[in-house]
């Protein structure tokens, strides 16, 4: 089973409104740490936020936030006010603590398109 | 501070060659794992390593290797390519000892086309 599910494939959204990509994850570990990263078309991995599983609210970071919904399983990025430049793909990635190591599960991505 | 770095950034091989990418993560960061991304199977996890030890694995055949020196930077090897390497191999580093949840930042990868 995939342990994190992006339905989205693409989204796409006219400059300065909000957006919603989902992402729901799979996992037996009580603890666990839900990240956010973009990455536009030149390859790098640019991290945007954090969610840990114990955390009481959710995470905001300027125009990202991550609406976490614990009980289903889901940790959706809203991008409120979208530019041009958050054009990129977007994964959805889940790291399990009861392992130790540092290591990533990473969604299939959903690619972001804003027009102007 | 300096982010992570990765060289080369673009590489050409043939089927057969072996190519050795290199990663040097943030300042004070111990931990450095490498991922393979390509259209087909996505992002998928190929090692970590920490304080010069290989500490994770992912599911890839031996041809894959690596290594962490003791100033933590860190290569990793392909021996005898095939095509299906062709991918952009992105290294990550964390200051994560162990579990808990360090943020991975991740350099600009390294495009591999084997030809």
């Known amino acids: 089973a995939q342990k994190i599910t992006q339905t989205q494939p693409g989204m796409f959204v006219q400059e300065k409104e909000a957006v919603t990509l989902d992402c729901t994850y799979d996992t037996s570990d009580p603890s666990y740490g839900l990240f956010w990263y973009k990455q536009p078309s030149s390859g790098e991995m640019i991290f945007l936020i954090y969610?840990?599983?114990?955390?009481?609210q959710n995470a905001t970071e300027g125009r990202y936030s991550l609406n976490f919904q614990k009980a289903r399983k889901s940790a959706n990025l809203v991008i409120s006010a979208s530019q041009l430049g958050d054009s990129a793909m977007y994964f959805c990635a889940m790291r399990e603590v009861v392992t130790g190591y540092s290591t990533l599960t990473f969604g299939k991505g959903t690619m972001l398109l804003v027009s102007p | 501070k300096a982010g992570v770095t990765q060289t080369p950034r673009y590489l050409i091989k043939t089927r057969g060659q072996q190519v050795t990418l290199s990663c040097s993560p943030i300042?004070?960061?111990?931990?450095v794992s490498w991922y393979q991304q390509t259209p087909g199977q996505g992002l998928q996890f190929l090692f970590e390593y920490f304080s010069e030890t290989q500490r994770n694995k992912g599911n890839f055949p031996g041809r894959f290797s690596g290594r962490q020196f003791s100033n933590s930077r860190s290569e990793m090897n392909v021996s005898t390519l095939e095509l299906g390497d062709s991918a952009l191999y992105l290294c990550a580093s964390s200051s994560a000892a162990s579990g808990g949840g360090e943020t991975q930042y991740f350099g600009p990868g390294t495009r591999l086309l084997v030809l």
């Open positions: 969610q840990g599983s114990y955390d009481q």
């Open positions: 300042s004070g960061h111990r931990s």
